[in-house]
C-alpha cells in the first residue's frame, strides 16, 4: 500500500513518505501545518486513496478522551426501566460506541482522522496513550476488552494551539507541513482549476507571494484562500493584465476580501500601496 | 549503527530518545527509505523530531553530521551513504542486542583501524587484501560492523552540494517562544479554582439518586451547573514612561487576563502603587481610587497582580511626596505597597524587563524585597511559576 497523493490532491514527497511511514509502521501519524494547507483534507483522500472507509472524530474544546471511546446513557437506561422495557436487562443496549471502538471493531482496516487535537483539555492527549499504543481498551460498563481486528491507520491534525505532551508524541511521527512554494503551488492551482488562463494564474500567484511576505500582517493568505480568489477571479472575469499592474504594488488587487480577513491586514495593506502610490 | 548520528543529534540538544532511534531502524529495514540522502533525510526527521521548532535545529545538526563525510577516492558522499544503507539493513540489531554492544570492542576497532591507515601509507604500491569483500569487511572507511560505523574524517575527494537541508527553511519556525494572546491564556489557566455557577447542564447522578430514592422509586433528575474557573484577580499596570515600551506585551496580557478570569478588576499606576490608583487613564484626581476604599471594596480573597518595570529612583520608593504623580502623599510607596500586601495575601509581581538585567537597577531588588521574592519576569515560564504561586 502506497500513498502517492491523487488527482485532487497534490502531496509533496516527504509528506508521501509520512503517510507510508505510518502506514507500514502502524503508528500514528501527527500532521501540523497553517491553517489552511490541506491538513484535514489529507486524511479524506488518505482513505479514498487506499480505498479503506473514514472514520471522522473533530474535537471541540468540551471532548473528553471517553467519547472516542464510548458513552454510556444512563437516563435513557433510567427512563426506561420505569417504563419497564425490555431492552433494559442489558446494558449493552444502553452503551453509544465512539469512534475508536467502530475503527477496533470493523472487520476492514479504516483511516481514522482526529482533527485539531490541540482544541481540548490539556490533559486530553494524555487519556488515548494506551488506546493509541496498543489498540485496545476495557468497557468498564459490559467487562469486555475491546481489541482492533485490524490496526486502524490514525491521522491527528493539530493547528499547534497548545504543546502537546511528550508521551503523547513519542508514540507518534511528526510531519509539518510546510506552506507550498511556487512550483507546488502552481501544481495544486493546476489540480483544481485544469482550465484556467495561464496567465491570469501566473499573474495571481505573483501577486498571492508578495502579500504573503508583507511584514506585520496578522494572518498571512493561505492556499485555501488563494483557491477562493482564483475561483472568484475567474468567476468575475478579471483581465490578467490589470493584476501585474496590481503586482507592482500600486493598486490594491481586486477582490482581496478572498485574502484577507482581517480588517487591520487590509488596512495595513491600503497603506502599502499609498506609500508605494506616493513613490512613483 | 547509525548511534554516532544519534548521539550527535542528542548533543545538539534535540529531544531524541532510543525509542524513536529504533523505529528510524525498523524504517529502514522495511524500505521506506530509498536509498538517497534526502530520503534518508526526510525519514530520519519523521521518526526523531516530533515538533517544528526543532526542524531547523535539526537540519543544522544533519549539515554538520554529513558534510564531514568524504569519499575515498573521489567517491561522492551520496554513494558512500548509499552504500551504507544498503549494507545497514543487513544488520539491524534488535533492541536487546544493542545494550550489549561493548564500548571496549569500539575503541580497539578504531585502533586496528589506525594501525592499518599506517601501514597503508607505507605500502602504497601493495594492493590491499584487506580491503574489500562486498562491504562486509568490518575494517576501513564505510565499513561494517557490529558496534557502529565510524566515518572518518578525512579530507579526500569531493565535497558534493548537500541541499535541502541547508536551505533552513525552517529557521522562523524556531522555538523563540513569541508571546501571544493565546498561549498567555493557556499559562493563566493554571490559576483555577472551580466553582459551579450558570445554567444547570451536567447531570447531578448523586442528588438524582437521592431524589430518586426519596420519591420511592420515581425518577426525579438533578442537573447541576458545570464547573467554571471562579477565580477573582484584580492586576494592577503600570504605565507611562518607562513601561512604554512594554505596551504590546501588557496589552496581550490583559486581553488573554480579561478571557481567562470572570471576575477581573484592573487598576493603572505609575512607577509605584501609592495612595491611589486610577481606572481610565484619566489623571484627575477627583476620579482616582484611593487604595484604602480599594482594600474595603476587593476583599482578601482577591489575588493581586502588580504589572510593572519596578525601575525608579530609589527614593521614589522610600521618600513620601517625591512621586511624580503623588506629589502630596503623606506615606511612601514602600509602605504602601507593605500594606496592600499585608491585605492581599496572594500577590504577585510581573516584571516584562528581562531576568538577566534584575540586577542593574536597584530598585527592582528593593522591591522584590518587599514583595518577599515573588517578582517573576514577563515570559511564558515566569508566567506559569507566578500563577503556580498565587494558586497556593
Redesign the interface.
Known sequence: MRFEGSTNYVAT??LQ??V??AI??Q?PL?I?GEPGTGKTMLAEEVAAALGMPLLQWHIKSTTKAQHGLYEYD??SR??DS?LGEEKVANIANYIIKGVLWQAFESDQQTVVLIDEIDKAD?EFPNDLLRELDRMEFFCYETRELIQAKHRPIIIITSN???ELP?AF??R?????I?FPDRETMAQIVDVHFPNLQEQLIREALEVFFELRQINGLKKKPSTSELLDWLKLLSAEGVDPDSLSAKSKRTEIPPMTGALMKNEQDVGLLQRIVSMNRQRT | MLIDFFMHLKSRRL?V?T??YL?LL??LQ?G??DYSL??FY??S???M????AH?DKFDVAFGEYFDNIHGKNGVSAEDALKELLNTAGSHIQSGENLFDLDVVEQDALRSETRKEQNNDEQEEEKSAPMKGGAGNNPLGEGGVQKEGIRIDNQLLGNRSAIKGWDSR??KT?DDESELNT?SIK?AL?RLRKFAREGIHEE?D?DNTIDS?ARNAG??D?KMRPERRNKVKVLIMFDIRGSMDVHIKLCKELFSAAKAEFNQLEWFYFHNIVCDSVWRQNDTHVASHYPLPYLMNRYGKDYKLIIVGDASMGPTELTEPGVSYSHNHSQESGAVWLTRLLDHYRQAVWLNPEPERYWHLTQSIGMLRDIMQNRMYPLTLSGLEQAMKVLGR
Open positions: 514527497a516527504d513518505l509520512a507510508n511511514a507500514t509502521l503508528r501527527l501540523k444512563a437516563v433510567l427512563r420505569q490539556i499547534n494551539e497548545k511528550d508524541l513519542r507518534c511521527f511528526f510531519h509539518y510546510a | 529531544p530518545t525509542t524513536e523505529a525498523e524504517a522495511a521506506l527509505a534526502d530520503g526526510s525519514l526527521r519523521l521518526c523530531i516530533k515538533s517544528e526542524y527553511e525552517f519556525l493565546r493557556i489557566r447531570l447522578l430518586t420515581w425518577l433528575i
